[in-house]
């Protein structure tokens, strides 16, 4: 196995800038190529970033490369991975990994038959604010974790993404976009979940587009829950609600607290790899951490909101080492299964109105120490 591999960027979309803007933070992987079913895009990202625009044949065809990112929508997730194993490389896609267990099964035994290796977003559970509680929770900081609550709400994507249709169709919606972030988290700060149950709805059976673009003004149908109130119960037996919602306009609940028989502890944004955590023992004095100079928690980006860590093509570099050295990868096929099997049975909970006994599991990932997070970067 050489001590690099070639990337190829299949979808040339708003979220392309950041994979090639921060793969060379990142050992184990070169972005060479990419592709779009629209080659006009696809040669402005070329010329933007100095690599090889290609049509999606060629890029499939290309020896050079030994994964393809996936960034396409989610609707189609699962027939470009399955093109991209069938061509012979390795796949990580942006999340959703597909939108039903059924295609995320197929994919699963199609790369066990190739020997092939799939990967997926979200690797922001790899910051360094989310690997601290983890650390804290690991060294027994509040005990066993016994109940918590998550939250991400807005009023919506129409408000801002150029072109929001899809975020409201199948495969959309506030659990399948926002929810892997959740997810991710829980599964690397607990484990894996045993049942789900779930209350789901929308507050309209359309949208008005409002976002600057050519869609501005535009009336889109939405065919999936926007409102949905969820009940995770795992199997080291926590339970944990979280909602998510793109019908409230503005709340006060915190992104993340977990709840252990020593104390509580307040995880930031799981959408984000930098912030604050905060703990209390049983004192219920509620102290923030010490930041500990992980490397992956460190502002490197400006924003409206203010400077931020953001180290997005860390899951994709990590994959590529654990290539390399013959190791278990952190965002694997396996866990990113599970995390589809938790949104799809909370889905499905909100239309049969009853819990579901999940079908998968998984083991938590490695925690990434401030040791290991080094290694990835060049």
């Excluded at 999606?56 to 399955?82: C, G, R, W, Y």
């Excluded at 993404?161 to 399948?176: A, K, S, V």
């Amino acid at each position: 196995m050489p001590k690099e591999l070639g990337v190829g960027i299949m979808g040339c979309g708003n979220i392309s800038t950041t994979y090639f803007k921060l793969s060379p933070l990142f050992k184990g992987l070169k972005v060479l190529a990419c592709a779009d079913l629209n080659a006009q895009a696809a040669q402005m990202r070329a010329e933007e970033y100095g690599v090889k625009a290609q049509s999606i044949v060629q890029m499939l065809a290309n020896d050079e490369l030994d994964v393809i990112v996936n960034l396409t929508i989610p609707a189609a997730h699962f027939a470009v991975s399955k093109a991209i194993l069938e061509a012979g490389k390795h796949v990580y896609s942006e999340k959703p990994l597909v939108i039903t267990l059924e295609e995320g099964k197929a994919l699963q035994a199609l790369a066990k038959e190739k020997g092939l290796s799939v990967g997926c977003a979200p690797d922001t559970f790899l910051g360094g604010a989310h690997q601290l509680a983890r650390k804290y929770i690991d060294e027994g900081g509040v005990g066993r974790i016994t109940s918590g609550t998550c939250h991400v709400m807005s009023p919506g994507m129409e408000m801002w993404h150029p072109n929001p249709g899809f975020f409201f169709l199948e495969g959309g919606g506030p659990i399948l976009d926002l929810g892997p972030y959740y997810i991710a988290n829980l599964i690397n700060l607990i484990g894996p979940v045993k049942r789900v149950g779930a209350l789901t709805s929308m507050a309209s059976p359309t949208r008005n587009v409002t976002s600057e673009g050519p869609f501005k003004g535009q009336s889109i149908p939405v065919e999936t829950p926007t409102n949905i109130h969820a009940l995770l119960e795992f199997v080291n037996g926590a339970t944990i609600t979280l909602s998510a919602s793109w019908d409230v306009w503005s709340h006060r609940h915190a992104n993340m607290e977990l709840y252990g028989t020593e104390g509580s502890i307040f995880v930031p944004d799981p959408n984000f790899f930098g912030g604050t955590v905060e703990a209390s023992g049983r004192n219920k004095d509620i102290q923030p951490l010490e930041p500990w100079g992980h490397p992956f928690g460190i502002d490197n980006q400006e924003h409206p909101q203010g400077p931020r860590a953001n180290y997005r093509t860390a899951g994709l570099a990590d994959m590529a080492i654990a290539l390399i050295e013959g190791r278990d990868a952190r965002c694997s096929l396996e866990r990113t299964l599970h995390g589809v099997d938790v949104m799809t049975s909370i889905l499905k909970s909100g239309e049969e109105g009853r819990f579901i006994e999940l079908s998968t599991t998984c083991t938590q990932p490695a925690a990434l120490g401030i040791d290991e997070a080094l290694a990835l970067l060049r």
